[in-house]
């Protein structure tokens, strides 16, 4: 809902960004692909920040970046860093479960 909001206010809104966690919470396949198109429409007229876990949603996206969860010494840090090519596709087949 939050998603379609955005899409129709976007055009007289004055923010420069928009953030989306987990903007794929329960849904999949033709929902997904309906809601990164939107996303990307959007990004037209706003930065996106989106996090998800499907690749119909990430593969529309023209940068990508990996947030991962480290745990050292009992305290929790979070490491950002962009994808490389490679590192891109490996990311898209493990989030499609073929590695």
Not at 14 to 26: A, K, Q, T
Not at 31 to 57: D, F, M, N, Y
Not at 73 to 92: D, W
Request: glycine share 8%; proline share 2%.
């Amino acid at each position: 809902f939050c998603l379609a909001l955005k899409c129709v206010l976007s055009q007289k809104e004055y923010s420069r960004s928009v953030l989306f966690d987990e903007v794929d919470g329960g849904i999949g396949g033709k929902a997904a692909v309906k809601v990164g198109e939107k996303l990307k429409e959007l990004s037209r007229h706003q930065q996106v920040i989106c996090i998800t876990h499907l690749p119909q949603i990430a593969r529309l996206a023209d940068h990508h970046f990996l947030v991962e969860k480290k745990i050292r010494e009992g305290q929790t840090f979070t490491e950002v860093r962009p994808l490389s090519l490679e590192e891109k596709e490996q990311e898209f087949l493990r989030l499609k479960g073929e590695v």
